[in-house]
């Protein structure tokens, strides 16, 4: 799976409603994608009914064709911790080119490509010496 860059044209940073990430789950369950959480029952035990960020991080190409795109989901946990929560989860091109995107200039995808690197590395609040 090739990574996509904050530079390629598809990327992309997308908010989206707790519902699409009902439907974009059932979507990859009925595929049978590998990147989904196990059941939408498990699903809505992790994930807090909010809204969630995509963005796109590798993309599954089959013969030419790209075949889904790997997201990272940035979200609040059901369980109350304030930390939140990002998982992958992989998304049908045709809904992936439908969501609407945040990231309209340059300097903004590279800002949400540093905020996800660091969301997935841990963030943890730290005492200044």
Known sequence: MPMIRPTDTDFRVCQISFEQLLEIQLEAQERGWA??????????????????????LMREER??????YRCLALFSTAD??????????DVDPSRFASLKRLDKDPSVSQTFAQLFALACGGISMISKA
């Open 80 to 89: 109350g911790d304030p930390s939140g929560g990002v998982a992958t989860i």
């Open 35 to 56: 990147t989904r959480w196990s059941s939408v029952g498990a699903l809505r035990g992790q994930v807090k009914e909010d809204a969630v960020v995509l963005q796109s």
């Open 63 to 68: 013969e030419g064709a790209v075949r889904s």
